[in-house]
Nanobody
């Protein structure tokens, strides 16, 4: 199937920038959609940004103009460039993917693969 691994989390001060990466591995034919989600203590997991195979992006209002999602179909990676970070951005960030898996003539669409999460803390 598919395994996702995030990297790039850490501690930053308000106003600084951070770049998250996520790499997919496994029996992958293609990644059809990517998403970045986050979950703060005591809150539900929320969508931060998403991008599909056609390059269409979607962002939650609170990060528009500050965060940018991008993907690399050859490397099977997705990135989240975060700038002008705020304390409210503090959360565990998770990578999510929908993928077509298989090889030869046998392929299957699979949904909602998740990474293990990476901690992002914004504090002065």
């Amino acid at each position: 199937q598919v395994q996702l691994v995030e990297s790039g989390g850490g501690l930053v001060q308000p106003g600084e920038s951070l770049r998250l990466s996520c790499t997919a591995s496994g029996n992958i034919f293609s990644i059809d959609a990517w998403g970045w989600y986050r979950q703060a203590p005591g809150k539900q997991r929320e969508l931060v940004a998403a991008i599909n195979s056609g390059g269409t992006t979607n962002y939650r209002d609170s990060v528009k103009g500050r965060f940018t999602i991008s993907s690399d179909s050859i490397k099977n990676m997705v990135y989240l460039q975060m700038s002008d970070m705020k304390p409210e951005d503090t959360a565990v960030y998770y990578c999510n993917a929908d993928a077509t898996i298989g090889s030869g003539g046998n392929y299957r669409r699979m949904y909602d693969f998740w990474g293990q999460g990476t901690q992002v803390t914004v504090s002065s």
